[in-house]
């Protein structure tokens, strides 16, 4: 059943000029969990992800490996990005890669109609061009080199001499939105999140726009320019659009009008391009600006901001082939505030894994399912009257449902997994107070363990249901052990939001055996 509710959700489009590392990965897992939460609350819901192609950087990228720009990317997209969604358990609606025709059409149709909204003119340009980010850098971006770039001017964020550009080139009436941008981020402060986020971007508009550039005609390698074809869109114009291409802008009115607009979530580094020159770039072009973005923080290891250059990457396959994917999805989605930056190390992942996950969650339902095995043939047995300790358990059940959708209905899928992890911790010490092991060696006592068990039994529904978004291999797996499915059908086709409702998983069910979750990894 559906909600009838509209949810369209992006993450950023990636450059596939490298290797995919765990940032990447961060953020895809986090467009990918609200995307199976509010898939499974029947909301219509379609997430979007892909690769940015076009560009200098991969222009010359292409040149140092030999190859054509388009043999290049097409190497690096299926060897390396495709495979990333596998190796994640992403379940994307589509993929769009910008040097698809489907999206180069629809972004010379969407620059001619601002050219012809009068939005667009031509002049000169000269500044300093960062290759790396594809972007000419503000002066808060520019900083004095050290070392072996002593002397010249740097990009603050990748630390790599700048090129200074002067081209003839096409403008955007960047500076004409200001008033409107500011309109936009006051009736709607939900627009930008979080509240860091929002404060630097009003920050930065107050202090006023410059016309932006947008087009290049040093190179060739992107979508031409409609009315002259001796320059291309710039990079950033060209990417922004694939969040408008992808769900039929210019060519499928009924599939934008069911899609658009959009969330976008994003990596803090590139805020500005979604929440300052892509909702302008829509307004001039009398479309809806997304529904909101949301950028969150950066992933640190040993102190520094993710990087393949400075050797700080980490492929995602290193943490799956030990831990897994489900253990790669929780982590990252548990241990750090969404929103702010946080720092990965071996040790913490390896601590939380052997805390949480196989000590905490699996060993939860492992001991569950074995004594139902047990001490009822292996059948969920009949609850019989509750006493105030299975009440208390039906309330934390109810409580952590209720708090982990309004959540993730703000984004912070870390508090969703905290509210939700309150069941853990309580069967846990639920079985631990009324000892079922004890229980079963009085028939006297043969109620009450039946009511023990299946009030443990159907605290792991509920999280197999709620969990299922952020870790879908163990919570399936639990899901066919409690013979759920005999009952209640798939795992994913369960009503999230009523996740918390009490007494769903039928009495009678047959529990199969339920080998480790998370098996135990052997430390080095």
């Not at 222009?59 to 994640?88: C, M």
């Not at 307004?283 to 973005?293: S, T």
């Not at 750090?336 to 196989?358: H, M, N, V």
């Not at 039906?394 to 708090?403: E, H, I, L, N």
């Amino acid at each position: 059943m559906t909600s009838g509710r509209s949810f369209y959700i992006t993450t950023p489009i990636y450059y596939p000029s490298d290797l995919p590392h765990i940032g990447h990965g961060y953020t895809t897992v986090a467009v990918d969990t609200l995307a199976r939460w509010h898939r499974q609350a029947g909301d219509d819901t379609w997430m979007l992800t892909g690769t940015d192609e076009h560009g200098q950087k991969m222009l010359r990228a292409a040149a140092a490996n030999g190859v054509t720009p388009q043999e290049w990317v097409d190497k690096l997209v299926s060897e390396s990005w495709f495979p990333l969604l596998d190796t994640l358990d992403v379940a994307n609606d589509d993929f769009i890669r910008t040097t698809q025709p489907r999206h180069e059409e629809r972004v010379q149709q969407f620059v001619k109609a601002l050219f012809d909204r009068g939005y667009i003119y031509a002049g000169e340009y000269e500044a300093l061009y960062c290759v790396g980010c594809e972007e000419f850098k503000p002066e808060a971006e520019i900083v004095d080199g050290t070392g072996p770039f002593e002397g010249l001017k740097v990009c603050a964020i990748h630390s790599k001499p700048l090129e200074l550009l002067q081209e003839k080139n096409y403008f955007f009436k960047l500076s004409e939105f200001q008033d409107r941008l500011l309109e936009l981020y006051k009736t709607e402060p939900d627009f930008v999140r979080p509240e860091s986020a929002r404060n630097e971007v009003v920050s930065f508009v107050r202090s006023g726009l410059k016309d932006l550039s947008i087009s290049r005609s040093a190179f060739d390698w992107g979508i031409t320019v409609p009315w002259d074809p001796s320059h291309v869109i710039y990079v950033w114009v060209d990417a922004l659009l694939n969040y408008a291409t992808a769900v039929g802008y210019g060519t499928d009115p009924e599939q934008f009008a069911r899609r658009w607009p959009a969330f976008h979530v994003v990596g803090k580094d590139i805020l500005r391009f979604h929440a300052v020159i892509w909702p302008a770039m829509l307004m001039a072009a009398g479309l809806d600006v997304p529904r909101g973005v949301f950028a969150h923080g950066w992933l640190l290891v040993g102190g520094e901001k993710m990087s393949k250059s400075k050797l700080t990457g980490i492929a995602p396959t290193e943490i799956t082939d030990v831990f897994g994917s489900d253990a790669y999805r929780f982590y990252f989605l548990s241990a750090i505030a969404f929103g702010q930056d946080g720092s990965f190390s071996w040790e913490d992942l390896s601590a939380r894994y052997q805390a949480e996950l196989a000590n905490g969650f699996g060993n939860l339902a492992s001991r569950t399912v074995a004594m139902i095995s047990k001490y009822f043939d292996g059948v969920v047995p009949q609850a019989g009257p509750s006493t105030a300790l299975d009440l208390a358990i039906q309330k934390v059940v109810a409580d952590a449902a209720t708090a982990a959708d309004a959540a993730i209905e703000r984004f912070r899928i870390d508090e969703a997994i905290s509210a939700i992890w309150t069941i853990v911790d309580a069967l846990n010490g639920y079985i631990t107070e009324n000892e079922p092991w004890a229980l079963a060696k009085d028939e006297a006592q043969r109620e009450r363990l039946g009511t023990v068990l299946y009030t443990a039994a159907e605290g792991l529904r509920s999280l197999a249901v709620l969990l299922s978004p952020v870790m879908p291999a163990a919570t399936a797996k639990l899901w066919v052990a409690l013979g759920a499915e005999q009952g209640l059908g798939a795992l994913v086709d369960q009503p999230i939001r009523e996740a918390g409702a009490w007494g769903l998983l039928p009495a009678g069910a047959a529990v199969t055996p339920l080998t480790p979750l998370f098996p135990r990894v052997e430390q080095a």
